[in-house]
T-cell receptor
């Protein structure tokens, strides 16, 4: 089963709000990822959580903060976002690093 | 960091014909190359992948070839069908500055199958 789930499907938030995106996989994968995808663009890597170690794409602003409560969950906490952060946020997982990544359906975020 | 170039940006073919999408990568240390299909409003779906120790891989109507020396890889779809219409992304594995092992994607090819 190559199922990655994400909640919520849609989110509208103001620039002063704090919200969280959730991602879950039950495939026993050891690596999970957050990507950001703008319209008509490819996904861009934000974070990797692999073997209990977090790796960060240095270009990602600090208003995004990931959290991994356990090996099957990966959250993305959002705070003081800007309108340009509006995008589709995709979670993915893979068995280990350098293996096939499977994407969740994404959370479509709109920042007003 | 890794840079992946993808061509063409749009490809229109007649139903039943073949389609070829090409990608080049910059980092010779990259060793994993997946292809994703993304339909409008849906998640990217892995359709085939190849590792650097393999030159070619085939799965029914889909094949991928890799030339490590030239640092390019291609997706071949034969006997195209209307349901093949989508945006296709190539990607390469990469280590970011923070040690992350994510994927760097090409800009995508919008494949249109003409009936």
């Amino acid at each position: 089963d190559t199922e990655v789930t994400q909640t919520p499907k849609h989110l509208v938030m103001g620039m002063t709000n704090k919200k969280s995106l959730k991602c879950e996989q039950h495939m026993g994968h050891r690596a999970m990822y957050w990507y950001k995808q703008k319209a008509k663009k490819p996904p861009e890597l934000m974070f990797v959580y692999s073997y209990e170690k977090l790796s960060i794409n240095e270009s990602v602003p600090s208003r995004f903060s990931p959290e991994c409560p356990n090996s099957s969950l990966l959250n993305l906490h959002l705070h003081a976002l800007q309108p340009e952060d509006s995008a589709l946020y995709l979670c993915a997982s893979s068995q280990v690093r350098y293996m096939a990544q499977y994407f969740g359906p994404g959370t479509r975020l709109l920042v007003l | 960091g890794e840079n992946v170039e993808q061509h063409p940006s749009t490809l229109s073919v007649q139903e039943g014909d073949s389609a070829v999408i090409k990608c080049t990568y910059s980092d010779s240390a990259s060793n994993y190359f997946p292809w994703y299909k993304q339909e409008l409003g849906k998640r990217p779906q892995l359709i085939i992948d190849i590792r650097s120790n393999v030159g070619e891989k085939k799965d029914q109507r889909i094949a991928v070839t890799l030339n490590k020396t030239a640092k390019h890889f291609s997706l071949h779809i034969t006997e195209t069908q209307p349901e093949d219409s989508a945006v296709y992304f190539c990607a390469a594995s990469v280590r970011s500055g923070g040690g992350a092992d994510g994927l760097t994607f090409g800009k995508g090819t919008h494949l249109i199958i003409q009936p």
